[in-house]
């Protein structure tokens, strides 16, 4: 008689989830990410998304706001595209590198600039600014799925909160954080924890999204499932070399890396 073989069936999903938690947080204090369990996408509990070339398509807006501020110095206008790689990290970066292009020694206008930049900005937030196609539809997705929601980003507090109310009004946002003392601009971590541990969560249960290497690095320091979107400002090769865990190119694939569907 031939003996019968019993094999091990694969773990359920409810297997696979009981343990998700415990082996992200493991990863998650080594600095490494948990790749998917048993051929299961584990889903996380919160997802945290920058604001500019993320969320929203804001280029335009804040292109040409700088541009009138660095004008009033003599300074001549940029091109658009030079932009791309001008923003995320800050007003005081953004408007220090434009007044450069018109010579060191314009530099020492960044303060007033700055100053010029925020108030005109937020006079022209919406003239050619508004989410990404698919945004909403994802964001619906997450919302039903029951994902905690939060926006991380580089521009001031008060445009941030002002943004994303206009903008996603529709949707509960558990956190808006944009740079406000006492942290330091992403890429440095301390805003992306304490955020975390204000959504009640750990980094293990977190994905973090957004579109350039700033937000890469934020996100791995912090600890998070850190995804490169590449509809934004930024390429894919960028987010690559800065650590993405995964990179979409739609974001109805983010809503599925956050949800496991």
Request: charged share 20%; glycine share 8%.
């Amino acid at each position: 008689q031939i003996a019968k073989c019993v094999c091990p069936a694969l773990p359920p999903v409810s297997f696979a989830m009981r343990y998700a938690d415990p082996l992200r947080a493991r990863a998650s204090r080594a600095g490494r990410s948990v790749p998917p369990f048993f051929g299961f996408t584990m889903p996380y509990a919160a997802a945290v998304f920058d604001l500019d070339g993320t969320l929203a398509d804001t280029l335009d807006d804040l292109a040409n706001a700088c541009n009138r501020a660095i004008a009033a110095f003599g300074v001549p206008a940029i091109e658009r595209d030079r932009y791309r790689y001008l923003v995320g990290q800050g007003v005081d970066y953004l408007v220090e590198h434009a007044l450069a292009t018109g010579g060191a020694d314009k530099q020492q206008h960044a303060r007033e600039a700055a100053q010029l930049h925020i108030d005109g900005y937020r006079q022209h937030m919406y003239d050619h600014s508004g989410p990404y196609p698919g945004v909403p539809e994802m964001l619906d997705a997450l919302t039903a799925a029951g994902v905690k929601l939060a926006v991380l980003s580089n521009k001031p507090q008060r445009a941030t909160a002002e943004m994303v109310g206009h903008m996603f009004k529709r949707w509960r946002f558990d956190a808006v954080w944009g740079y406000r003392e006492p942290y330091a601009p992403k890429p440095d971590p301390a805003s992306a924890r304490a955020l975390i541990d204000h959504l009640g969560l750990t980094p293990a249960q977190t994905v973090y999204a957004g579109d350039t290497k700033v937000d890469m690095l934020t996100g791995k320091a912090a600890g998070f499932f850190t995804v490169g979107v590449t509809w934004g400002f930024r390429d894919e090769a960028e987010l690559r070399d800065h650590g993405a865990d995964r990179i979409v190119h739609h974001p109805a694939q983010l809503a599925a890396v956050v949800t496991g569907v």
